[in-house]
């Protein structure tokens, strides 16, 4: 007896070849052939003309991001107005900085902007009354203060050896000590040599 075939299933021809449809518009390919009928499938599927590639597309958006003039103000209320976990952390930052207890004090390095206007007029007339006095009440202070004692109360001026010394050399003649005329040039070289000194 001889097999008998299997019926064909989900539409396919017997025969074990499967029709595969070229195109979107492979249904009406029998009857869109002529001239036109490469017309009617471009229009009916966009994939069948061609289209921008997806780098040409972010190459675009990104020339048209760089074009535009960026507005920080508009960007921050976009971000706020998408993102919930910005205005939360937004929030939370907000409610740190103003719920402050009063009796502490936040910053401790401030200067107060009030001028005590008694106390820089008192320290500015104690300044002018210092440069006001006279140099000598400082010297009859120290006159009249107690004097130092007196060193030489702990000696015995009877033990005390004094010393003198010989100047002179043997084999030579005493010098002769006598004035030089000198130029009158010679007061400015003496001049310019206390500047070099005082330098």
């Known amino acids: 007896p001889k097999p008998t075939p299997a019926p064909p299933s989900h539409g396919h021809p017997p025969g074990g070849s499967l029709g595969v449809k070229a195109g979107c518009g492979a249904g ?4 869109g052939r002529g001239p036109r009928g490469g017309e ?8 069948a003309g061609p ?10 958006e990104l020339q048209q991001v760089l074009e535009a003039n960026f507005n920080p103000k508009k960007a921050v209320q976009q ?3 998408r993102s919930s976990v910005t205005r939360q952390c937004l929030g939370e930052r907000v409610a740190e900085g103003l719920n402050v207890p ?7 390095g401030l200067v107060s902007l009030t001028v005590p206007v008694q106390e820089v007029l008192s320290l500015a007339v104690q300044e002018r009354l210092s440069l006001a006095r006279p140099r000598g009440d400082n010297n009859n202070n120290k006159e009249t203060g107690t004097q130092a004692p007196d ?12 010393e003198t010394p010989y100047l002179g050399v043997q ?18 070289t003496l001049y310019q040599k206390l500047k070099q000194w005082e330098t």
Not at 52 to 59: I, V
């Open 28 to 31: 009406s390919e029998a009857e």
């Open 40 to 47: 009617g499938e471009a229009g009916d599927c966009p994939l």
């Open 51 to 60: 289209q921008y590639n997806t780098t040409l597309l972010l190459g675009r």
């Open 79 to 81: 971000q706020l107005r």
């Open 102 to 108: 009063v009796d502490r004090q936040r910053y401790s």
């Open 151 to 162: 060193l030489m109360m702990f000696h015995n001026v009877t033990e005390l050896v004094t």
């Open 171 to 188: 084999g030579l003649s005493a010098l002769t000590i006598q004035s030089q005329a000198r130029p009158s040039a010679s007061v400015f």
